[in-house]
């Protein structure tokens, strides 16, 4: 069978698809007139489209981002892991930014720091990860929960809030005293011009 098939079809030398015997020289005639070998992917081509066909699937295009000019085969890939214009997120704060600002934006914004709930110390959030796998839920001594320096620096703050207590009684005092004598000067005055006025 396969004898009887090679018998009734013939390979076309310009495009080397199996045409039937019979249609051989018609075929061939349309072809070469009409097609041609793109010299890239290997596909036959209407001649008439194959400029259009090297724009559209060969020719090198630009990254929108970037501005990089590359095989269009690896745009795809250049947008979403290389292009260094590309938006990514920062791991601490979800922020979005080009890829080219992320390592410099992750340093300084994974020095903040928050507070973990379960020892009240505070983390940087670069830490975070590692410290929450070996958080014991316990304060450190050694270094001191910031609850602890608040309780001393309000210890400190004892002595200053009664020095302030004492100067805002002297404050209270001299403002009475001045109203007092603003009030007197005023009824003094009233009762000079009235005088002056008979």
């Not at 079809?9 to 080397?16: A, E, G, K, L």
């Not at 699937?57 to 970037?66: E, F, G, I, N, Y």
């Not at 001299?174 to 005088?195: H, M, R």
């Amino acid at each position: 069978m396969a004898i009887a098939t090679e018998e009734t079809t013939r390979i076309c030398n310009h495009c080397d698809r199996a045409i039937p015997s019979s249609n051989i020289d018609l075929h061939y005639a349309h072809c070469s007139r009409n097609l041609e070998r793109c010299k890239v992917c290997g596909d036959m081509i209407p001649k008439k489209h194959a400029e259009e066909h090297f724009l559209n699937t060969h020719a090198p295009v630009a990254c929108s981002l970037c501005s990089e000019t590359m095989e269009r085969e690896i745009l795809a890939i250049h947008k979403g892991e290389i292009c260094p214009q590309r938006i990514v997120t920062c791991d601490f704060c979800e922020f979005p930014l080009p890829a080219i600002d992320l390592a410099e934006h992750q340093e300084v914004c994974g020095n903040r720091t928050e507070l973990c709930h379960l020892c009240n110390r505070y983390v940087r959030l670069r830490e975070r990860y590692n410290h929450e796998s070996r958080c014991t839920g316990i304060a450190e001594n050694n270094e001191g929960s910031s609850r602890d320096v608040r309780a001393a620096e309000r210890e400190q703050a004892r002595p200053r809030r009664q020095a302030s207590e004492y100067s805002r009684r002297r404050i209270l005092f001299t403002i009475a005293i001045t109203g007092i004598a603003v009030l007197l000067g005023s009824l003094f005055f009233q009762k000079t011009d009235s005088s002056e006025v008979h």
